[in-house]
């Protein structure tokens, strides 16, 4: 049976893996034990994911991005170039702590920016953004932004990535989409189309 995803002939993909549709996997990338990875996603140049690893549907992992078990990133999150994930909060070289990975959960529609470090432990929310060069070390709401070390929240993002400016009545306006975002107790979600 052909696969129905695409590997460039350097990249090494270990066994128990399952590759979704559509799914690209590019130079010198390598694809450890038992991960699942969804349809349509690009794993750029040099990648490295490690066993277990879970992503979801159309998942944009760009060059040299580390992947480390305990990781699972949900449908339509990006992974800009040479961003890492940790998975133990404190490594030592001559001290076995494989049974103290801590899992790390991106949500759906996030971006983590280039060169930025996640924190092994804690939950990226839905279409959260990560500035590049952020360092992660707590929880990121759902359409934060943060930026900086350690990452420190500096406003909100729309699902098309821009910048939410809410007015007095707790209400913003994607420029792209025209969606109608509303802030309560610190909260953004989507407006509700039955009001």
């Not at 994930?85 to 971006?111: C, L, M, Q």
């Not at 930025?116 to 360092?135: M, P, Q």
């Not at 707590?138 to 098309?160: C, D, H, I």
């Not at 910048?163 to 909260?187: D, R, W």
Request: proline share 3%; glycine share 10%.
């Amino acid at each position: 049976m052909e696969k129905e995803y695409f590997a460039h002939e350097s990249s090494f993909i270990d066994e128990g893996c399952v590759i979704g549709k559509g799914t690209k996997i590019w130079h010198f990338t390598h694809v450890m034990s038992n991960c699942v990875l969804g349809e349509n996603c690009n794993l750029g140049q040099n990648v490295v994911v490690s066993p277990g690893v879970k992503l979801g549907n159309n998942v944009k992992v760009q060059n040299n991005v580390s992947i480390y078990t305990g990781v699972e990133c949900e449908d339509d999150v990006f992974l800009g170039p040479s961003c890492v994930f940790t998975n133990v909060i404190n490594p030592r070289s001559a001290v076995a702590r494989k049974d103290e990975y801590r899992k790390t959960i991106v949500r759906k529609g996030a971006s983590i920016g280039a060169n930025a470090t996640i924190v092994c432990g804690y939950e990226i929310g839905e279409y959260a953004f990560i500035g590049a060069g952020a360092v992660v070390t707590k929880e990121v709401p759902a359409y934060a932004l943060v930026v900086g070390n350690p990452a420190r929240q500096t406003g909100w993002m729309s699902k098309f990535g821009h910048k939410l400016h809410f007015h007095a009545n707790g209400e913003a306006v994607c420029p792209e989409s025209g969606e109608v975002y509303v802030l309560e107790k610190g909260i953004v979600r989507t407006a509700d189309v039955t009001k």
